[in-house]
């Protein structure tokens, strides 16, 4: 159930407003991973009924990250989207499924699927032209059906991968069009921001949206919105403190809670606790499995990963700047440079006022206490008791069990 965000929600309807009567607005929306991307996406999408308006969407993270994965993605929820406006459509699987649909809307439509057909069988795949006459074809689609188009692409760093004049391709075709906006979402903060300002005068002119953590009262409602019980206040101030208002880890911890009440029919303050830190450090534990990934992806460029890991740790038990830590780890200054510089492009970590900082105080506790040698079993009462306690203090500091 969607909860919270109608703030965000209101503009973004504004704004969906303004274009239906002519003006053109491009989005960019921040957010760091599991914050609430694409439930807002997908919830301003599913609410919105203006029928001078197509919203085609496409999350980057679930389509083959290549110029032909892109483009018949692009081309098939397009004409899906404008077929599903006139009556009920089933989603095109293959292009000869899209010919059909395609064949619905008319010769330019159809032409088009044609044309892609044919060069996507070519030995040598001209892959710009391939993205050019996508761009295009949005463009044709919305005036011949006299409709705007809010083209959402999440997860738009993906992008990058696809083709390495990705950039500039679009911008050569879309900037000019007037029909035809684009939504576009990003997590991972220092690459997308590279993105809209590099060279990209286009996409630096898109009007930027963060998305931050929930406040104390959306947190309530999303417990209880997500637990089919009423759970009491100061355990729903427990996982706020806990969570920060994180809405992904809010959930899984509910979640757990949910199957705590399913074996007990009550829920008290220890089971409270045990939820927490067992979704953080259990194996099983969905917020643990996420930090895994999240570590795993931000560092699966670097060679030397312990070296990283051990700056990670390092920044777990306190911020430090750069001369501290090459102190700590016994390495020239200029060797750990290279290091932070790294981390910073991965997010995990921010610098302010020469100080390097974990962004997510919740995965600096989770380095922290994994790197202790925390067991996957959370079994003491006393344990979770004091994991809890460093949990909520200002800064988390290591834990001795
Ligand atoms: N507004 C909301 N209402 C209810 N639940 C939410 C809301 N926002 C986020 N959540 C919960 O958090 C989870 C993560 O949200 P979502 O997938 O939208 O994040 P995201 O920012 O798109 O993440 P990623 O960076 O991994 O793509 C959802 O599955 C849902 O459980
Ligand atoms: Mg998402």
Not at 253 to 266: F, G
Request: a neutral charge.
């Amino acid at each position: 159930m969607f909860v919270n965000r109608n703030h965000e929600l209101a503009i973004l309807n504004q704004h969906s407003r303004s274009i239906s009567s002519g003006s053109r607005i491009n989005i960019a929306l921040f957010g760091l991973r599991r914050i609430g991307k694409t439930e807002l996406l997908l919830q301003f999408k599913s609410t919105t009924h203006d029928s001078n308006i197509l919203i085609p969407y496409i999350n980057l993270q679930k389509i083959i990250p290549d110029t032909e994965g892109f483009v018949k993605a692009y081309s098939k929820e397009l004409i899906f989207e404008t077929v599903r406006q006139k009556e009920q459509a089933d989603y095109p699987y293959e292009m000869e499924d899209l010919l059909l649909l395609a064949s619905k809307l008319g010769d330019m439509e159809t032409h088009h699927v044609r044309t892609l057909i044919s060069i996507l069988k070519q030995h040598e795949i001209a892959r710009e032209e391939l993205l050019e006459l996508i761009f295009e074809f949005a463009q044709k689609l919305a005036e011949k059906h006299n409709k705007k188009i809010i083209f959402i692409l999440d997860e738009f760093q993906e992008l990058l991968q696809v083709h390495s004049r990705f950039l500039q391709v679009m911008r050569s075709i879309t900037e000019k069009q007037k029909d035809v906006n684009y939504w576009i979402s990003g997590s991972v903060f220092s690459v997308f921001n590279e993105m809209l300002n590099y060279k990209n005068p286009f996409f630096g002119q898109f009007t930027r949206m963060t998305l931050e953590n929930f406040d104390r009262e959306s947190t309530h409602e999303l417990i209880d919105s997500t637990l089919p019980f009423k759970l009491a206040q100061n355990h729903k101030d427990k996982i706020y403190k806990f969570t920060n208002g994180q809405p992904y880890y809010t959930v899984a911890v509910c979640r757990k809670i949910s199957e705590q009440y399913a074996l007990d029919s009550s829920i008290n303050t220890p089971q409270v606790n045990y939820c927490i830190m067992n979704e953080i450090f259990a194996d099983t534990g969905s917020i643990n499995e996420h930090f895994e990934y999240i570590l795993d992806v931000s560092l699966a460029k670097f060679r030397n990963k312990d070296r990283y890991k051990t700056i990670l740790f390092l920044l777990s038990q306190d911020p430090a700047t750069l001369a501290a830590i090459a102190r700590h780890i016994k390495k020239p200054t200029g060797e750990i440079s290279n290091y932070l510089k790294a981390l910073l492009r991965t997010d995990l970590i921010f610098r302010k006022d020469s100080t390097y900082h974990i962004r997510d105080p919740l995965f600096a506790f989770w380095v922290n206490n994994k790197y202790l040698g925390l067991g996957t079993e959370i079994t003491s009462g006393k344990a979770v008791e004091h994991l809890l306690a460093n949990l909520v203090s200002s800064q988390p500091s290591s834990v001795v069990l």
